[in-house]
């Protein structure tokens, strides 16, 4: 008779649980094979079985952080409407607010001595393609001018990171309105930028009032 298998992925999801934990209150340098172990009501075998090393163990929260990213991101409907893209930003820099310890070795992984595998790689584009989608239905819509779509990717999510780590550190401007910003950068991508602000004063207008509350509130 088979002997019961002690290393499952139940134990598995227990140890990502307790990283997790660990990372997102204390930090990466925080983590520790042993106490992920005794905490998980196992032994450091285990972790070693299960995935690899303490390195393997970092990449497994690296991997959890780009996935809760992901969701946060999913969740917003996307469409060809500008606040749609708003509305992703604001969701990641809300993210980013919520999870700072997550979110630093999201883009800190060469640093934090990280190695990207196959599994890292396919998190980290999912965590981005919903900007990706958002900017694609913009072009072909007509909403977005025509232009290469990893470049106004790139232009849109170098903003919100950077609102991101700006707010972080505690140096974004008092009074500026990081919503304002974030929309300032996507109208630039308009093929008609001249009536860049058609929301002005209704609905979407008041969606992008509470969206600057929201992350002035973190």
Do not use: C
């Not at 917003?76 to 607010?97: E, K, P």
């Not at 196959?118 to 980290?124: F, G, W």
């Not at 008609?192 to 600057?212: F, I, L, M």
């Amino acid at each position: 008779m088979a002997r019961p298998k002690v290393h499952t992925e139940e134990l598995r999801d227990r140890l990502l649980d307790e990283a997790v934990r660990v990372v997102s209150e204390h930090g990466l340098a925080a983590l520790s094979v042993r106490d992920v172990a005794r905490v998980a009501g196992t032994s450091t075998t285990a972790v070693y079985s299960l995935l690899g090393n303490k390195e393997g163990l970092a990449r497994g929260v690296l991997t959890r952080s780009f996935e809760s990213f992901a969701t946060a991101q999913e969740s917003v409907a996307t469409g060809d409407d500008t606040s749609d893209l708003v509305g992703l930003g604001t969701a990641y820099v809300g993210w980013a607010l919520d999870n700072p310890r997550l979110y630093e070795i999201m883009f800190g992984e060469a640093l934090a001595g990280i190695a990207p595998t196959a599994e890292t790689e396919a998190a980290a584009a999912r965590a981005i393609a919903p900007l990706r989608d958002g900017v694609t239905a913009a072009m072909e819509s007509g909403l977005f001018r025509r232009a290469d779509v990893d470049t106004v990717v790139a232009s849109l999510w170098a903003q919100v990171h950077g609102t991101a780590m700006l707010l972080l550190s505690g140096h974004f401007p008092a009074g500026a309105d990081p919503v304002a910003a974030a929309k300032a950068v996507i109208d630039g991508w308009r093929t008609d930028p001249v009536h860049a602000d058609p929301g002005a004063g209704t609905s979407t207008g008041n969606r992008d009032a509470n969206a600057t509350g929201t992350l002035r509130g973190h």
